[in-house]
């Protein structure tokens, strides 16, 4: 399976880069020795996306190079596709051609898109939200839970931004945080001055985690320990009561799906909510939003996931909705059942934001009044 994905991926980033060079050297006719330098420029930049993921969690300069242009890569097709598609209805309706100079002008756009997605990228956020839980007891009414995801800890993430974070999560004084995956890329040998600052995060309620897709393609029982070690405790398709006596609610976690290739792995959330009394609030955390669906038929009150990073860099969020039909924000699924979706908290491969935001998310538990 890795063997096939990997062939597909190199099949189509050398497509993608062949379609440069002909909208770009060969469409233009451009002259030696520009079309030559562009040539094997080209080629450079197509070698360095998956050196960059071979290299993943080293920070070097080649690294964050190639991951910028994997993003710029991506506003590039999209702008060159849009001029392709309008050449194709002019023709279409008898109009007079479209000027060559189009594609140096699409080719600008995309850069100035890049600039403006690497500067969003640097700014994090909070964002709240108020979720009414009907079974929430009333005396715990405002209880405030932070959520961290998908920070992605790496080569362009390092201990700075990590502390940034840090300080921005205990600032709301949250009596709860939640961590939901994806926290890293990399060896946590090699990454684990950067990964530090999590063990100062604060709450009355303690800091939870429960894994990512990303967590799996490394060292997972690596990266569980280390959290341990900071004092984040896992949960690991189980359940733990948050607060005292009645006045508390139950908080779960499973495993990510990926999970199911790794032994001892994999989300089981029958198990997380066995003996379960449906009295008391539910609060669920799983990285994937499509969990919902399974949530909603088991009556859980609340699933706080990430993953979808609300598509990133537009308009790529077209393509990611197709497999999470809710990319950001809060949304009711079913009677009973509320489903909050992070943008997440840092960025996956390219340095880059555009159309979406990074956040620290700030949610308010509120009782729904009997």
Do not use: C
């Amino acid at each position: 399976m890795i063997v096939r994905f990997l062939a597909v991926g190199l099949t189509i980033l050398g497509s993608v880069h062949f379609y440069f060079w002909w909208r770009l050297v060969h469409d233009t006719a451009m002259p030696e020795p520009f079309s030559a330098a562009v040539t094997l420029g080209l080629v450079a930049l197509a070698a360095s996306i998956p050196a960059a993921f071979a290299l993943r969690g080293e920070k070097s300069v080649i690294v964050s190079a190639a991951f910028v242009w994997m993003g710029s890569l991506f506003l590039l097709l999209a702008s060159l596709v849009a001029t392709d598609v309008l050449r194709t209805a002019l023709h279409a309706a008898g109009q007079a051609a479209m000027p060559r100079a189009f594609e140096g002008g699409a080719a600008l756009f995309a850069a100035s898109l890049v600039g403006v997605g690497l500067v969003n990228a640097r700014r994090l956020g909070v964002k709240e939200a108020q979720v009414s839980l009907e079974r929430l007891p009333a005396s715990l009414d405002g209880l405030v839970v932070a959520q961290i995801t998908d920070l992605h800890i790496g080569s362009t993430i390092g201990r700075a931004m990590v502390e940034e974070v840090v300080a921005q999560a205990n600032a709301l004084k949250p009596d709860l945080i939640v961590i939901t995956g994806d926290l890293a890329d990399g060896d946590p040998r090699a990454l684990a001055d950067a990964a530090a600052p999590l063990g100062k995060l604060s709450a009355k309620h303690g800091v939870w985690f429960v894994t990512g897709n990303h967590e799996y393609f490394g060292d997972v029982e690596g990266w569980l320990s280390l959290l341990r070690s900071l004092g984040i405790r896992p949960l690991r398709n189980e359940r733990v009561s948050i607060g005292d006596g009645a006045a508390s609610f139950d908080l779960a976690g499973i495993d990510d799906t990926v999970g199911r290739w790794t032994p001892g792995h994999g989300p089981d959330l029958p198990k997380a909510l066995a003996g379960r009394d449906e009295s008391r609030e539910l609060v669920l955390l799983a990285h994937r939003p499509t969990v919902v669906r399974e949530a909603a038929k088991s009556n859980v009150g609340l699933v706080i996931s990430g993953h979808t990073h609300g598509g990133q860099i537009w308009p790529f969020h077209y393509l990611v909705k197709l497999d999470q039909p809710w990319l950001a924000g809060l949304h009711r699924v079913g009677e009973r059942t509320q489903l909050y979706v992070s943008e997440g908290t840092g960025w996956w491969g390219p340095p880059m934001r555009l159309g979406t935001t990074r956040e620290v998310t700030k949610l308010v538990l509120r009782a729904r009044p009997a």
